[in-house]
């Protein structure tokens, strides 16, 4: 429990007393707005209590996901827990991306002249990246 008193988690526990404080004053403030003849408040009388109960679910599992969280860092860094062997390799692993090697397609002695001069103004677009299409030679 000492992970829930620390200052962000103070500063947490305040945001969500005055937040659902707040939207609960507003939803009776709608309320007597709706009482008083103001037809609209009253979807909004509905609507604060529902933002209210956000605020405390967020909370509340916020809060258990502190406490569920280990309870200490590893001895050094690197190193993973002795009780949690397994944490390393559950760990999410940041690859390099790989470059492929662009290959293009054989041409087959088949194909249609027009089908053959719009692959090889595509390939000249793909080795000249930097060209407009009007720069096209061809």
């Known amino acids: 429990m000492k992970r829930l008193w620390t200052p962000a988690w103070i500063a947490r526990h305040v945001a ?17 707005r709706a009482a008083a003849g103001n037809a609209i408040s009253w ?11 956000f605020v405390v679910f967020v909370w509340w599992r916020e809060v258990r996901h502190t406490l569920r969280g280990p309870a200490a860092p590893a001895d050094a860094p690197g190193e993973a827990p002795a009780d949690a062997p397994q944490a390393a390799a ?8 790989v470059r492929v090697a662009r290959v293009s397609a ?25 060209a407009k299409p009007g720069d096209y030679p061809g």
């Open 90 to 97: 559950t760990r999410p692993v940041v690859r390099r991306p």
């Open 106 to 130: 054989a041409a087959d002695g088949g194909e249609d002249g027009d089908l053959a001069a719009y692959n090889h103004y595509l390939q000249w677009l793909n080795d000249n990246p930097g």
């Open 43 to 53: 979807g909004y009388a509905v609507e604060w209590p529902i933002f209210a109960g």
């Open 16 to 32: 969500m007393v005055v937040l659902v404080a707040g939207f609960l004053a507003l939803g009776w403030w709608q309320v007597s």
